[in-house]
């Protein structure tokens, strides 16, 4: 450890452009940039990162006001991350995150290359709140939202019936938000499943003059990565598995971090959309066969983590704790331990304390 403490510290001055700043957006891309980042990179008092594989063109620009990180630079980077993560893989996000991390972030938001901002990148942490309460482990949000006949991919399809058993309580929770999950119009995210069976193309709107919501203690409901904000104090909860299918790695994020949340005096909130999907092609087909775990495994996922107890102290090793239970569950491939740990390393080398 102290080794690497040494060499973070001679790495510390390596930065592209010199720029540090409090408030980042970290997007990855394998194309050359979009319409939807091109408004990224002119927003106001905000830091646009956007992380390259080897799929990315090998051109790729956008302007002098976004930083971008490619293969080569990336691996000049101190992280420790950086030699494990595979290449052409979402978890390549990572990397983002540290940067960012490591340039004086306060605030990151993360999104894809097919999200536009309709205006500005809204925070609600201080805004009143209601809390979404059910005798269920799960929580449908798009419901609440105003559309009770969808759901968000990764939620329990053994639930999906019962979306619509919660009640509303107005009690703003005593517990800071520190991440947040906005919802998306016009192309929310959808599992193959419901897009291959009943989506009929129409665009989906949710419902604005919704107030933010929180879940009820002990509750879940699956969040993704692509109109979400963290501040500081939930840096330790961006990690992003690798060692899971693509279409799974984001979610399982989120079911971890919501569990871990629950040793914290903090909490998740979902808001309105602020932002609008104008979605990339998928092959249905492909997506269908990448979410079998979504499909098969989350409910008994939400049970395990429903009833996990931590047995060390502190959050960071409890992250890695959990994870090593996950994966001796066979939720997530044996190769995992290693990152979890690296990512652990690398947060408290750049002096990121829980």
């Given at each position: 450890m102290?080794?690497?403490l040494?060499l973070y510290?001679?790495?510390?001055?390596?930065?592209?452009?010199g720029?540090?700043?409090?408030?980042w957006i970290?997007v990855?891309t394998?194309?050359?940039?979009t319409e939807?980042?091109?408004k990224?990179?002119?927003l106001?008092?905000?830091?646009?990162?956007?992380i390259g594989?080897?799929k990315t063109p090998?051109?790729?620009?956008?302007?002098?006001?976004?930083?971008y990180?490619?293969?080569?630079d990336?691996?000049?980077?101190?992280?420790?991350?950086?030699?494990?993560l595979?290449?052409?893989h979402y978890?390549?996000?990572?990397?983002?995150y540290?940067?960012?991390?490591a340039?004086?972030?306060?605030?990151?938001?993360?999104?894809?290359?097919?999200?536009?901002?309709?205006?500005?990148?809204?925070i609600f942490?201080e805004?009143?709140t209601v809390?979404?309460?059910s005798?269920y482990?799960v929580?449908?949000?798009?419901?609440?939202?105003?559309?009770?006949?969808?759901?968000?991919?990764g939620?329990p399809?053994?639930?999906?019936?019962?979306?619509h058993?919660?009640?509303?309580k107005?009690?703003?929770s005593q517990?800071?938000?520190?991440?947040?999950?906005?919802l998306?119009?016009k192309?929310?995210?959808l599992?193959?499943?419901?897009r291959l069976?009943?989506?009929?193309?129409t665009?989906?709107?949710?419902?604005?003059?919704?107030?933010?919501?929180?879940?009820?203690?002990k509750?879940?409901c699956?969040f993704?990565t692509?109109n979400?904000?963290?501040?500081q104090?939930g840096?330790?909860?961006?990690?992003?598995?690798?060692?899971?299918?693509?279409?799974v790695c984001?979610?399982w994020?989120?079911?971890?971090?919501?569990?871990?949340?629950?040793?914290?005096?903090?909490?998740l909130?979902?808001?309105?959309?602020?932002a609008?999907?104008e979605?990339n092609?998928h092959?249905?087909?492909k997506?269908?066969?990448?979410?079998?775990?979504?499909?098969l495994?989350?409910?008994s996922l939400?049970?395990?983590l429903?009833?996990?107890q931590?047995?060390e102290?502190?959050?960071l090793a409890?992250?890695?704790?959990?994870y090593?239970d996950?994966?001796?569950?066979?939720?997530i491939?044996?190769?995992?331990?290693?990152?979890?740990?690296?990512?652990?390393?690398?947060l408290?080398a750049?002096g990121?304390f829980?």
């Open positions: 102290i080794l690497l040494l510290g001679l790495c510390a001055s390596f930065t592209i452009n720029i540090f700043h409090d408030k970290v990855t394998v194309q050359y940039p939807a980042m091109r990224l990179a002119q106001n008092d905000w830091q646009l990162l956007v594989d080897k090998s051109d790729w620009y956008l302007d002098e006001k976004c930083i990180l490619s293969i080569k990336q691996e000049q980077l101190p992280y420790s991350l950086c030699k494990l595979p290449y052409n978890s390549r996000k990572n990397i983002g540290l940067y960012a991390i340039h004086g972030a306060k605030i990151i938001y993360e999104t894809d290359d097919d999200n536009y901002i309709v205006n500005e990148i809204k942490r805004k009143p809390t979404l309460e005798d482990p929580i449908n949000i798009f419901n609440y939202f105003g559309q009770n006949t969808i759901w968000p991919r939620y399809l053994s639930f999906v019936t019962k979306s058993e919660f009640s509303i107005n009690l703003t517990k800071k938000i520190i991440i947040e999950q906005g998306v119009d192309e929310p995210d599992d193959a499943l419901f069976t009943r989506y009929d193309n665009e989906i709107y949710f419902d604005k003059t919704k107030a933010p919501c929180i879940l009820q203690d509750k879940f699956p993704n692509q979400t904000l963290f501040h104090e840096f330790w909860g961006l990690y992003i598995p690798t060692h899971v299918p693509f279409r984001d979610i994020r989120g079911y971890i971090t919501q569990r871990l949340l629950w040793e914290t005096p903090y909490t909130c979902f808001t309105p959309p602020e609008i999907q979605r092609y092959d249905l087909m997506d269908f066969e990448g979410e079998q775990d979504l499909y495994k989350v409910t939400v049970n395990f429903t009833n996990w931590p047995k102290d502190g959050l409890k992250s890695i704790e959990l090593a996950l994966i001796s569950q066979k939720f491939g044996t190769q995992e331990q290693l990152l979890i740990q690296a990512w652990t390393d690398d408290l750049l990121y829980y």
